[in-house]
């Protein structure tokens, strides 16, 4: 099965988001062609989440699953550190006061 380079991927999520009137923006730019892709979602009330995605290997779906939240310098500190173990991974932090993040849609949870 064909895969989305990360590149393509990304700015096709960020366009998604520009149609519902969320803001987004690539905080860390990694390999355009097979970067991990963490989301940072930023409520804007001093806490914040970071998804990735992961592999199950039972199923072999692919779905988002929370890698860190709380307060948002607690998982500021956890992308840190996940960036220092992977250089390559692309962040794209989403700013919405409502939680929405669109990683559950069609064709951005699989």
């Given at each position: 099965m064909m895969r989305l380079t990360a590149e393509f991927w990304v700015q096709a999520y960020l366009a998604r988001l520009r149609l519902t009137d969320?803001?987004?923006?690539?905080?860390?730019?990694?390999?355009?062609t097979a970067g991990a892709v963490l989301v940072k979602l930023n409520t804007l009330d001093g806490q914040a989440k970071v998804f990735e995605r992961s592999f199950d290997l039972m199923s072999g779906e692919r779905r988002w699953v929370v890698l860190s939240e709380g307060a948002e310098a607690d998982v500021d500190a956890a992308l840190a550190r996940q960036r220092g173990f992977d250089s390559d991974a692309w962040v794209i932090e989403v700013e919405d006061?409502?939680?929405?993040?669109?990683?559950?849609?069609?064709?951005?949870s699989e």
């Open positions: 969320i803001p987004a923006f690539v905080v860390a730019h990694g390999d355009d006061r409502q939680g929405r993040h669109l990683l559950d849609e069609p064709g951005l």
